[in-house]
């Protein structure tokens, strides 16, 4: 890979820096660290790996960009990991969540503090979940080429255009940073991002524990004992995932496991019966550690396994009086520009039809000003909908 590179954009010449040496990285960290904000993205493989493997980092601060390359020989990435601990400096991402993941996984701590501009722009009333090039487009009337989103990242050299491309993700993520920073300000809307923000600081975000796994797993069957077999052997899997650093599919399939407990086998031979199973998996030390864990799970006691509520029957009206507060969602959030997905979800529109102190996110905070307050109000019969003009308004009833 080349140490530099130049490039022409709108008729200027800048200098792209490209990170191969600890000692490049140090400096360059020394200098992002005099900045108040970075935006960064990263550039990864996970096909065949539990663990995704980092193959770019970029970062841009206001008066410079660089893509370090954590692939290089003999480079050390603790100076960024220190610089993504340092609580002056904000890092700014776009939909962050997998990269915040990797830094989690490689360093252990999750970047403080940080702004996710794709959180950003559904608070500022971009839409749901908007892409990157879209909301760059959007902002600054640019376009991305996505001519290199699905490369091969691992490997070397990176040609011009890859590189081209990833630094892309990062410089024009500062106008788009500044934009919505900007406009959450003099909507006075920082600590609605804030509180998000939370959730992605976690990390509990990014930590599975085995014992929850088989929650991932799609079943209609919630019998306890079914589930308790199901918990045990996903669990197993999920070790062996992160043991062996191979994705849970290259273990074992999740029509495997969902066979398994269904039908739990007692032996190495029935074991081989299960599809996607062979004998050699059966006989060998693998066939041993799942049918460990399947006599695990059958003997778990019922009240220890899993428990899946029943949904019972909705109480007669509770559906035309979900479809009213679907409508006044869609009108307060339109009437605040904010995305309807940030402030409330269909099961919480449901707790909140059905309970009468449903514990819901849409009824704290300022989700409950924009919405969670007046959903009360319709439900309990103090305020009403009404079409004037082609607009659906809202009428006061006390």
Request: with cysteine; charged share 25%.
């Amino acid at each position: 890979m080349p140490h530099n590179a130049y490039h022409v954009w709108k008729r200027h010449i800048y200098f792209m820096q490209i990170i191969t040496t600890t000692a490049a990285l140090e400096d360059l960290v020394s200098r992002i660290e005099l900045h108040p904000y970075l935006t960064i993205d990263t550039e990864f493989l996970r096909e065949s790996t539990f663990w995704p493997i980092l193959c770019l980092v970029q970062i841009a601060t206001e008066d410079e960009s660089a893509i370090i390359d954590p692939m290089a020989k003999g480079i050390d990435l603790a100076p960024l990991f220190r610089l993504m601990q340092n609580e002056s400096v904000l890092k700014v991402f776009h939909a962050g969540r997998q990269d915040l993941e990797i830094f989690h996984h490689l360093n252990g701590e999750v970047p403080i503090p940080i702004f996710d501009t794709q959180v950003a722009a559904m608070v500022c009333g971009y839409g749901e979940s908007v892409g990157y090039d879209t909301l760059v487009g959007k902002i600054t009337g640019h376009s991305i080429d996505k001519s290199s989103r699905f490369t091969d990242w691992s490997r070397r050299p990176l040609s011009e255009r890859q590189l081209t491309y990833a630094e892309a993700d990062v410089t024009h993520l500062r106008d788009v940073y500044k934009h919505l920073a900007e406009k959450l300000r003099k909507r006075g809307r920082e600590e609605w991002v804030a509180s998000e923000m939370e959730i992605l600081r976690s990390p509990d975000t990014y930590f599975l524990p085995p014992e929850n796994a088989w929650a991932r797993i799609k079943s209609r069957n919630t019998h306890p004992k079914f589930l308790g077999i199901l918990q045990a052997v996903a669990a197993w899997r999920e070790e062996q995932a992160h043991r062996q650093d191979i994705p849970r599919n290259r273990v074992l399939r999740d029509e495997a496991l969902l066979e398994i407990a269904s039908n739990p086998p007692k032996s190495a031979e029935t074991l081989s019966h299960v599809r996607g199973i062979g004998q050699k998996f059966a006989d060998g030390k693998m066939g041993s550690g799942l049918l460990d864990a399947v006599k695990a799970g059958v003997e778990l006691p019922k009240e220890l396994c899993p428990q899946v509520p029943k949904k019972g029957a909705q109480p007669k009206g509770i559906a035309p009086l979900m479809e009213l507060l679907r409508v006044l969602l869609k009108l307060r959030c339109e009437e605040n520009e904010v995305a309807q997905k940030l402030v409330c979800n269909t099961a919480e529109l449901e707790k909140i039809a059905a309970e009468e102190n449903a514990d819901v996110p849409a009824l704290k905070g300022w989700r409950r000003e924009v919405f969670g307050a007046d959903a009360l109000k319709l439900k309990n019969g103090e305020i009403a909908l009404s079409s004037e003009k082609g607009q659906i308004k809202i009428i006061s009833l006390s």
